[in-house]
């Protein structure tokens, strides 16, 4: 069948790997580029039948959720801006009721096209449930998956912060090494991301704790059943969310970004945090601390300073994103920034 196909788009490839071999001697016989374009919803080449089978011969392209400048219509790179010294200016504003709704609304274009919350959290439910009953099977090969619902609403509950993730399965009924491999395959699966922590000995960052960070704020949103009443009444729960709708916001600048960069975070023994460093291929360092509040206070800023102060001539920028509508120098470069400039011009 394969060799009678001059072009052909292969849809969830990672249902049918028997194609594999056969896609693989096709392209070898005719190299002329873009005659398969093979989709999947997992990372493909964490697949050894497809790394095994088409390594040199394909080139991946990751198409993560929307991002908020796709949205509305912007071409400017958050990141490749603030490495230039450049603080975008904001996009479309969305302050206080409004950026909520954008928050928890998230990216999936199924979502956004959904006119009323209610509907956008059914469709968000049914998607991590085909995801578990559907999509982790073939892509893991894993069978007990009975607690993965469990596991996956308990690390939602974690987002953003250090946890030990081993003792948090043994709360669901799993296993040091279950609880791993699980955590793999939902990586695997763009529901989220381990982040390592910045620092000056690159040794360090292998050997302590990383953070989670889910992908989409939409997702983690409906996970710990956060809605905007509640978010209305209190903003406790909405800052965990709101850290990951950033962090969703900078990951999908890095796949359009002409720099390379690695996004990162920083705590010490002391508890000093910030949310997000990023750095660049030469070292660089942009920190950005996430705030849901309208006011910015100096001991907000306490985590950037410190930054500053260890990453020396590394450090080009510090900015704090929070609900405002004002760019402001803070002194020692660092600024406060409204969130809108992640979708700016």
């Known amino acids: 069948m394969i060799r009678s196909l001059d072009c052909a788009v292969i849809d969830e490839i990672q249902r049918a ?71 975008p200016q904001p996009g479309a504003q969305a302050l206080g009721a409004d950026l909520v709704d954008r928050v928890l609304r998230g990216g999936y274009p199924e979502a956004i096209s959904r006119s009323t919350a209610r509907r956008r959290v059914a469709w968000a439910r049914q998607y991590i449930d085909a995801l578990i009953q559907r999509d982790v099977r073939d892509v893991s090969g894993l069978e007990k998956l009975d607690q993965l619902p469990r596991f996956l609403r308990a690390l939602a509950q974690t987002a953003g912060q250090m946890c030990n993730y081993t003792q948090l399965g043994g709360q669901v009924g799993l296993d040091s090494k279950t609880a791993a491999k699980y955590i793999g395959v939902l990586e695997q699966m763009y529901l989220l991301r381990r982040v390592d922590v910045w620092a000056r000995n690159r040794l360090n960052r292998v050997v302590k704790t990383p953070k989670l960070q889910f992908i989409d704020s939409g997702l983690l ?14 903003r406790t729960r909405f800052g965990s969310v709101l850290e ?34 990023i750095e660049n291929a030469a070292g660089h360092l942009v920190g950005v601390e996430v705030k849901s509040s309208a006011t910015v206070k100096e001991v907000d800023l306490k985590g950037l300073r410190k930054l500053a102060r260890l990453a020396g001539d590394q450090f080009k920028m510090g900015i704090l994103l929070y609900d405002g509508d004002e760019t402001m120098p803070l002194g020692d470069n660092i600024w406060a920034a409204p969130l809108a400039t992640l979708w700016g011009k």
């Not at 962090?247 to 997000?276: P, Q």
């Open 17 to 87: 790997p028997s194609l594999l071999l056969a896609i693989k001697k096709s392209v070898d016989e005719d190299r002329r580029p873009g005659r398969f374009l093979l989709t999947g919803s997992a990372n493909l080449m964490a697949l050894p039948t497809v790394a095994d089978s088409l390594a040199g011969r394909m080139e991946t392209l990751l198409l993560l959720p929307l991002s908020q400048s796709e949205i509305e219509g912007q071409s400017t790179n958050w990141l490749d801006s603030v490495f230039a010294g450049q603080i």
């Open 244 to 277: 990951s709708f950033v962090y969703g916001e900078l990951m999908k600048s890095t796949t359009t970004a002409e720099g390379e960069y690695t996004l990162m975070y920083y705590r010490d023994a002391d508890k000093v945090e910030v949310d997000l460093v």
């Open 221 to 234: 949103a409906t996970l710990i059943e956060l809605t905007s009443e509640e978010v209305q009444r209190s």
